[in-house]
């Protein structure tokens, strides 16, 4: 899966969401607010790779 970043200020473009949206490719988008982890998101293609897997953007501090 490949994943596309930006800081929280700076959201992707329109032409960007349209052609992560429409890839068959897996594909996600995160978004990172002072070297965390704020958001992330996965197409339909990923969604499809990750079928049964739980995903989170919070770790604790032994990185359970």
């Known amino acids: 899966i490949g994943i596309l ?6 959201p992707f473009t329109r032409d ?3 052609h992560f949206m429409s890839s068959h490719v ?7 607010l002072d070297a965390r982890l704020e958001s992330l998101m996965f197409n339909a293609a990923a969604e ?7 995903v989170t953007t919070e770790f604790s501090a032994d990185g359970s």
């Open 5 to 10: 970043a930006t800081v929280h200020h700076k």
């Open 16 to 18: 960007v969401i349209q």
């Open 48 to 54: 499809q790779v990750l079928d049964g897997l739980t």
């Open 26 to 32: 897996p594909l996600g988008l995160a978004k990172i």
